[in-house]
Protein backbone atom coordinates (compact mmCIF):
# COMPACT_ATOMS: atom_id res chain seq x y z
CA UNK A 1 0.00 0.00 0.00
CA UNK A 2 1.25 3.48 -0.94
CA UNK A 3 1.33 5.43 2.13
CA UNK A 4 2.00 8.77 0.38
CA UNK A 5 0.52 8.71 -3.34
CA UNK A 6 0.08 12.15 -5.39
CA UNK A 7 -1.26 12.26 -8.85
CA UNK A 8 -0.61 13.16 -11.83
CA UNK A 9 3.13 11.65 -11.55
CA UNK A 10 3.60 13.56 -14.92
CA UNK A 11 1.77 16.99 -16.07
CA UNK A 12 2.61 18.75 -19.51
CA UNK A 13 0.32 22.08 -20.03
CA UNK A 14 0.71 25.52 -21.40
CA UNK A 15 1.33 28.64 -20.17
CA UNK A 16 -2.25 30.37 -18.55
CA UNK A 17 -3.95 26.86 -17.32
CA UNK A 18 -5.30 25.76 -14.66
CA UNK A 19 -3.88 22.74 -12.85
CA UNK A 20 -4.66 20.61 -9.81
CA UNK A 21 -2.04 17.99 -8.25
CA UNK A 22 -3.59 15.25 -6.08
CA UNK A 23 -2.01 14.09 -2.66
CA UNK A 24 -3.43 11.54 -0.19
CA UNK A 25 -1.81 9.92 3.02
CA UNK A 26 -2.78 6.79 4.45
CA UNK A 27 -0.54 7.16 7.58
CA UNK A 28 -3.09 8.83 9.88
CA UNK A 29 -0.33 11.70 9.94
CA UNK A 30 -1.50 14.89 11.09
CA UNK A 31 0.45 17.36 9.21
CA UNK A 32 0.64 17.44 5.07
CA UNK A 33 3.05 19.60 2.97
CA UNK A 34 3.31 20.35 -0.72
CA UNK A 35 7.32 21.28 -1.61
CA UNK A 36 8.72 22.76 -5.22
CA UNK A 37 11.68 21.12 -6.26
CA UNK A 38 13.37 23.24 -8.60
CA UNK A 39 16.09 22.42 -11.62
CA UNK A 40 18.82 22.59 -9.32
CA UNK A 41 17.33 20.12 -7.08
CA UNK A 42 16.74 22.98 -4.23
CA UNK A 43 13.58 21.77 -1.79
CA UNK A 44 11.43 24.95 -0.98
CA UNK A 45 8.61 24.35 1.44
CA UNK A 46 5.50 25.74 -0.04
CA UNK A 47 2.48 24.66 2.50
CA UNK A 48 1.93 22.70 5.48
CA UNK A 49 -1.55 21.74 6.87
CA UNK A 50 -2.19 20.84 10.34
CA UNK A 51 -5.75 18.64 10.77
CA UNK A 52 -6.84 20.83 8.15
CA UNK A 53 -5.47 24.53 9.50
CA UNK A 54 -2.47 25.73 7.54
CA UNK A 55 0.20 26.55 9.90
CA UNK A 56 2.88 27.21 6.78
CA UNK A 57 2.65 29.73 4.27
CA UNK A 58 5.40 30.65 2.81
CA UNK A 59 5.82 33.27 0.30
CA UNK A 60 4.47 31.70 -2.50
CA UNK A 61 2.29 33.47 -5.58
CA UNK A 62 -1.59 33.24 -4.36
CA UNK A 63 -2.04 31.45 -7.93
CA UNK A 64 -1.05 28.28 -5.54
CA UNK A 65 -3.99 27.36 -3.28
CA UNK A 66 -3.62 24.02 -1.02
CA UNK A 67 -7.08 22.71 -0.34
CA UNK A 68 -7.66 20.30 2.44
CA UNK A 69 -10.82 18.53 2.17
CA UNK A 70 -9.66 16.06 4.98
CA UNK A 71 -6.98 15.39 7.21
CA UNK A 72 -5.94 12.50 4.35
CA UNK A 73 -5.92 15.21 1.62
CA UNK A 74 -3.72 17.97 0.83
CA UNK A 75 -4.82 19.04 -2.91
CA UNK A 76 -2.64 21.91 -4.56
CA UNK A 77 -4.50 23.88 -7.54
CA UNK A 78 -2.07 26.15 -9.50
CA UNK A 79 -3.77 29.27 -11.28
CA UNK A 80 -2.76 30.85 -14.71
CA UNK A 81 0.35 28.57 -14.76
CA UNK A 82 4.01 30.64 -15.88
CA UNK A 83 7.28 28.98 -17.36
CA UNK A 84 8.51 29.17 -13.70
CA UNK A 85 6.08 26.79 -12.41
CA UNK A 86 8.20 24.03 -14.01
CA UNK A 87 9.59 22.14 -11.01
CA UNK A 88 8.88 18.38 -9.57
CA UNK A 89 5.96 19.04 -7.18
CA UNK A 90 6.36 16.65 -3.54
CA UNK A 91 3.79 15.87 -1.06
CA UNK A 92 4.75 15.02 2.43
CA UNK A 93 3.03 13.68 5.65
CA UNK A 94 4.11 13.74 9.25
CA UNK A 95 3.09 12.80 12.38
CA UNK A 96 3.30 15.15 15.53
CA UNK A 97 6.77 16.19 17.09
CA UNK A 98 9.99 15.45 15.36
CA UNK A 99 9.57 12.48 13.52
CA UNK A 100 10.56 12.48 9.84
CA UNK A 101 7.98 13.21 6.84
CA UNK A 102 7.19 11.06 4.33
CA UNK A 103 7.15 12.02 0.85
CA UNK A 104 4.88 10.61 -2.20
CA UNK A 105 6.82 10.04 -5.45
CA UNK A 106 6.61 13.46 -6.85
CA UNK A 107 4.42 15.31 -9.50
CA UNK A 108 7.21 16.47 -12.68
CA UNK A 109 5.30 19.56 -14.00
CA UNK A 110 6.39 20.62 -17.38
CA UNK A 111 4.86 24.10 -18.37
CA UNK A 112 5.03 24.71 -22.48
CA UNK B 1 21.58 32.12 8.08
CA UNK B 2 21.09 29.38 6.42
CA UNK B 3 19.47 26.92 9.25
CA UNK B 4 21.03 23.63 7.14
CA UNK B 5 24.18 24.03 5.46
CA UNK B 6 25.81 20.94 3.22
CA UNK B 7 28.75 22.73 2.03
CA UNK B 8 29.48 19.48 -0.49
CA UNK B 9 27.97 20.10 -3.72
CA UNK B 10 29.35 16.73 -5.06
CA UNK B 11 31.70 14.11 -3.67
CA UNK B 12 33.33 10.85 -4.83
CA UNK B 13 33.82 7.36 -3.15
CA UNK B 14 34.96 4.14 -4.13
CA UNK B 15 32.95 1.46 -4.00
CA UNK B 16 32.67 -0.53 -0.58
CA UNK B 17 34.90 2.34 0.80
CA UNK B 18 33.05 4.38 3.10
CA UNK B 19 31.90 8.03 3.51
CA UNK B 20 30.85 11.17 4.92
CA UNK B 21 28.74 13.94 4.21
CA UNK B 22 28.59 16.95 5.97
CA UNK B 23 25.43 18.99 7.27
CA UNK B 24 25.91 21.91 10.07
CA UNK B 25 22.82 23.14 11.21
CA UNK B 26 21.64 26.55 13.18
CA UNK B 27 18.63 26.21 15.90
CA UNK B 28 18.22 28.18 19.03
CA UNK B 29 15.04 25.63 19.87
CA UNK B 30 16.66 22.88 22.23
CA UNK B 31 14.06 20.23 20.73
CA UNK B 32 14.79 19.36 17.12
CA UNK B 33 15.46 17.06 14.87
CA UNK B 34 18.09 15.76 12.54
CA UNK B 35 16.82 13.73 9.14
CA UNK B 36 18.87 12.65 6.00
CA UNK B 37 17.21 11.53 2.99
CA UNK B 38 18.34 10.04 -0.13
CA UNK B 39 16.85 10.85 -3.83
CA UNK B 40 18.40 8.47 -6.42
CA UNK B 41 18.09 9.23 -10.13
CA UNK B 42 14.78 8.11 -10.33
CA UNK B 43 13.33 11.16 -8.04
CA UNK B 44 12.04 9.68 -5.38
CA UNK B 45 12.78 11.03 -1.75
CA UNK B 46 13.75 8.41 0.63
CA UNK B 47 14.03 8.68 4.58
CA UNK B 48 17.49 7.44 5.57
CA UNK B 49 18.11 7.76 9.49
CA UNK B 50 16.74 10.59 12.31
CA UNK B 51 18.41 11.70 15.16
CA UNK B 52 16.80 13.61 17.69
CA UNK B 53 18.36 16.50 19.98
CA UNK B 54 18.19 14.69 22.77
CA UNK B 55 19.28 11.12 21.72
CA UNK B 56 22.72 10.80 23.76
CA UNK B 57 24.00 7.93 21.41
CA UNK B 58 24.56 8.55 17.48
CA UNK B 59 21.70 7.13 15.27
CA UNK B 60 22.37 3.88 13.17
CA UNK B 61 20.22 2.32 10.24
CA UNK B 62 22.17 -0.67 8.83
CA UNK B 63 24.84 0.72 6.74
CA UNK B 64 24.19 4.61 7.47
CA UNK B 65 24.97 6.25 10.87
CA UNK B 66 24.92 9.76 12.05
CA UNK B 67 27.61 10.97 13.35
CA UNK B 68 25.66 14.13 16.02
CA UNK B 69 28.09 17.12 17.11
CA UNK B 70 25.74 18.99 19.20
CA UNK B 71 28.07 21.72 20.48
CA UNK B 72 29.52 22.01 16.50
CA UNK B 73 25.72 21.78 15.54
CA UNK B 74 26.88 19.02 13.40
CA UNK B 75 24.92 16.21 11.54
CA UNK B 76 27.09 14.45 9.39
CA UNK B 77 25.80 11.31 7.44
CA UNK B 78 28.80 8.29 7.63
CA UNK B 79 27.86 5.67 4.32
CA UNK B 80 29.75 2.10 5.22
CA UNK B 81 30.56 0.19 2.36
CA UNK B 82 29.70 2.34 -0.23
CA UNK B 83 27.20 0.68 -2.97
CA UNK B 84 26.65 1.14 -6.62
CA UNK B 85 23.35 2.09 -5.36
CA UNK B 86 24.10 4.30 -2.97
CA UNK B 87 25.16 7.37 -5.73
CA UNK B 88 22.68 9.71 -5.39
CA UNK B 89 21.11 13.52 -4.18
CA UNK B 90 21.74 13.13 0.11
CA UNK B 91 19.63 15.74 1.90
CA UNK B 92 19.84 16.74 5.46
CA UNK B 93 16.97 18.43 6.82
CA UNK B 94 15.89 19.63 10.54
CA UNK B 95 12.73 19.99 12.36
CA UNK B 96 12.34 22.67 14.72
CA UNK B 97 9.28 24.12 16.43
CA UNK B 98 7.25 23.01 13.75
CA UNK B 99 8.93 23.59 10.59
CA UNK B 100 11.39 21.59 8.45
CA UNK B 101 14.12 23.35 6.82
CA UNK B 102 16.51 21.05 3.93
CA UNK B 103 20.00 21.47 2.74
CA UNK B 104 20.77 22.13 -0.79
CA UNK B 105 21.93 18.65 -0.85
CA UNK B 106 25.03 16.38 -1.60
CA UNK B 107 25.49 14.42 -4.61
CA UNK B 108 27.42 11.42 -4.26
CA UNK B 109 28.59 9.07 -6.89
CA UNK B 110 30.31 5.62 -6.07
CA UNK B 111 32.76 4.71 -8.58
CA UNK B 112 33.45 1.36 -9.08
Known amino acids: DTAVSQTPKYLVTQMGNDKSIKCEQNLGHDTMYWYKQDSKKFLKIMFSYNNKELIINETVPNRFSPKSPDKAHLNLHINSLELGDSAVYFC???????????FGDGTRLSIL | AQKITQTQPGMFVQEKEAVTLDCTYD???????LFWYKQPSSGEMIFLIYQGSYDQQNATEGRYSLNFQKARKSANLVISASQLGDSAMYFC?????????FGTGTSLTVIP
Open chain 2, 93 to 101: AMRDLNQFY
Open chain 1, 92 to 102: ASSPGGNQPQH
Open chain 2, 27 to 33: TSDPSYG
